[in-house]
């Protein structure tokens, strides 16, 4: 599901730019991904506690346009109330997919935003929830799959689920009392990327021009964690300090980079060959 029906489209077409400019973008393609990029866009509610929020979230999610929910291990099934509280918008609620953990429901994304109550608490880039909306529309045009994450009601998102995300995003609420319903805040993030949409054309950035490279998924990039995880422990890269730290500012470093598939198998190469060292070093066979 995109934003709007055709007719609210044409209007607000024929309202905000003229003719010349809009066959300009038709013939680069460049109009079409973007008026089709929040079909690209999925929210993820993780670890919900209360059915009744992941219907509040579908219908807060549906009046702003967008259709794509994805459900991570929620503590209780979908139930009566949950379709009750989405009031009309049972399509979205009874289409999500509900997957185990929060590395399936993104593997395929490559722009992973995590919604956070706590203003600043991970050490990731913090958006407002508009610079947010575009950065998601602008990406989600290239084209690729973007997702923002919502955590638990009690406890939000674990630090190990914030790490998965690219960027963090904070609605700037009372710091004393900084904490909106799930579904309130599903509702802000969705009526940011419909204003971002609306905006159009103007309000986001086009695909970065000369990136020619298939860019790496989220499950690829994960993989080489993964292995570059175990070479520094086959390397001694710790030498008895605790591995969390590094790999924080590692993962760091590399999700800012998007990095591609060729960029990922090069790297890949290169830590099997320092593992394969490692065992050389240590006498061990190949
Ligand atoms: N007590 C939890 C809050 C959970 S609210 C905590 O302190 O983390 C449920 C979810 O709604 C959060 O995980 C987050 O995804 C979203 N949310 C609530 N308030 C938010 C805010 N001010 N900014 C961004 N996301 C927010």
């Known amino acids: 599901m995109g934003f709007g029906g055709g007719k609210e489209r044409s209007r607000r077409r024929g309202r905000s730019h003229s003719l ?3 066959a300009v973008l038709l013939a680069s393609g460049l109009f079409m991904s973007i008026e089709t990029a929040p079909s690209r866009i999925r929210f993820v509610l993780v670890g919900t506690q209360h059915p009744g929020n992941m219907g509040a979230a579908a219908r807060a999610m549906k009046t702003m346009g967008l259709g794509r929910l994805v459900l991570v291990a929620p503590e209780k ?9 989405s009031a ?3 399509d979205v609620l009874g289409d999500a997919p509900v997957v ?5 429901a993104v593997a395929d994304c490559r722009l992973v935003l995590g919604c956070t109550a706590r203003a600043r608490r991970v050490q990731l880039e913090e958006l407002l929830p508009g610079v947010a909306a575009q950065r998601a529309l602008a990406k989600a045009a290239e084209p690729a799959e973007v997702a923002f994450v919502f955590g638990r009601e ?4 674990t630090n190990e689920e914030l790490q998965l995300c690219h960027l963090a995003v904070h609605i700037p609420s009372n710091p004393d009392f900084s904490s909106l319903n799930l579904a ?8 940011e990327l419909r204003m971002a949409s609306l905006g159009g054309v103007s309000a986001v950035a086009p695909a970065e021009p000369g990136f020619r490279e298939e860019p790496a998924s989220h499950a690829q990039v994960e993989g080489l964690f993964g292995q570059l995880g175990d070479t520094l422990d086959d390397i001694d890269f710790h030498k008895g300090r605790a591995p969390e730290s590094a790999m924080r500012k590692l993962r760091r470093l590399f999700l800012r980079t998007e990095l591609s598939e060729q960029e990922v198998r090069l790297l890949r190469g290169i830590l099997s060959d320092a593992q394969r060292m490692a065992r050389l070093a240590a006498g061990k066979p190949q």
């Open 88 to 90: 009309g918008a049972e």
């Open 154 to 157: 009690r406890t939000g998102l």
């Open 100 to 104: 185990a953990t929060l590395a399936d």
């Open 184 to 191: 309130a805040a599903v509702q802000v993030l969705a009526y």
């Open 20 to 22: 010349p400019f809009v």
């Open 77 to 85: 099934p979908l139930n009566e109330e949950a379709f009750r509280r």
